[in-house]
């Protein structure tokens, strides 16, 4: 928020900027239905409002044009002033925003929901070891800031190293052609024996690559079990990526 009211102060400016009434309790104002119509409709036309009253105190005139710019929920906002009140600015430049907020709202909780479990679903796709190995593999693949081994964070994926990523559009072919795995495995100089295979379609990452002599490993993250009249038989099964631990 504060780098963003710089730059334009910078080039002088006036400027506002909005916490959008959370002040940081963020989820609890959630629970609050008129913290949540500040938050996702009334801050910034009331900001704006606002804003142009002090400008105009302060001056003795009122501002000759307006702006508007943000990103992400920012881009929310710009999108809804739009809508909402289009005579608070001159102009708005809104990056990201997320129109169709309801669907999108619910797509984010069902994606939490799926990803992390709830007391329903007691098999997310993704458990705290299989989270810790991939977050461990990323940091392995890719360089840490200065070499320093205690930043566990991941600066740029540009820097990254895996030893072989195979994109469908570079190649003209992909899943569950035999020749993708073919191809893979040329990269990466491994025989089928070598090789495991760990997706959740049955045809394409399963059948495709048995046919080639490589062990294929049906990933269940729902625990729906194998469709009975399916004549396709994973040489395992797991519910959880962690269980490739064991």
Known sequence: ????????????????????????????????????????????????EN????VQGFYGTAPRHSYFTGCSKGGSE??????????????????ACAFGGTHNQVDSVWNIVQTNGNATNTTPLLDEDALTLLHSAVLAACPQEGGVETDNYLN???????????????HGFGKPEERAYNHAMEVLGVGPHETWMVGDNLEWEV????R???YAIWHDGYGVG??????????????RLSELLL
């Open 156 to 170: 740029d994926p540009r820097d990254c190293h895996f030893d072989h990523i195979q994109i469908e559009g570079e």
């Open 226 to 239: 194998l469709p009975p009249d399916s004549p396709i038989r994973p040489d395992r099964i797991i519910h």
């Open 1 to 48: 928020m504060y780098s963003g009211m710089a730059i334009a102060l910078r080039q002088n400016y006036a400027t506002a900027s909005t916490d959008d009434g959370t002040a940081g309790d963020i989820p609890g104002f959630l629970l609050d239905p008129n913290k949540v119509t500040d938050w996702r409709v009334n801050a910034v036309h009331e900001t704006a």
């Open 212 to 214: 080639l002599g490589i």
């Open 207 to 210: 059948i495709s690559p048995q």
């Open 78 to 95: 710009a999108s809804a002033e739009m809508q909402r009140f289009p005579d608070d600015f001159d102009g708005i430049v809104g990056g």
């Open 51 to 54: 804003a142009q009253s002090i």
